[in-house]
């Protein structure tokens, strides 16, 4: 078993494909909660149509 230090586990860790699936990951939260936002919004004006709003 190898041990490493934790600036070396640092540095690897945020070079190259981890900290692009971060991102990757953080993006794709902001769409769902958009996602969720235009459901709820369009969710609102069907309601607000059949009371006659």
Do not use: P, V
């Not at 699936?21 to 709820?40: G, H, N, P, S, T």
Request: positive net charge; glycine residues 6%; aromatic residues 16%.
């Amino acid at each position: 078993m190898n041990i490493y230090s934790s600036q070396t586990l640092f540095e690897q860790f945020f070079k190259g494909k981890a900290s692009d699936w971060i991102l990757d990951e953080l993006e794709y939260e902001k769409f769902e909660k958009f996602k969720a936002q235009q459901k709820q919004i369009k969710q609102r004006k069907g309601m607000n149509q059949k009371i006659g709003l």
